[in-house]
């Protein structure tokens, strides 16, 4: 038996533009608010390693 596997798809060409901007933008919206919290968490992390000095 064989399987077919699915056809691999376009969102930006199989979608409404609303949709799929807004599909497209919340795994990005992630990502650049994780990414600020690890820079706040360095920056205190290493603040207060330094005070220790």
């Not at 060409?13 to 919206?29: Q, S």
């Amino acid at each position: 038996m064989s399987k077919k596997k699915p056809e691999a798809q376009s969102i930006l060409a199989d979608m409404p533009p609303a949709k799929a901007i807004v599909k497209l933008a919340i795994p990005a919206t992630l990502a650049l608010l994780a990414k600020a919290v690890y820079n706040l968490v360095d920056t205190a992390y290493i603040g207060m390693s330094s005070t220790m000095l």
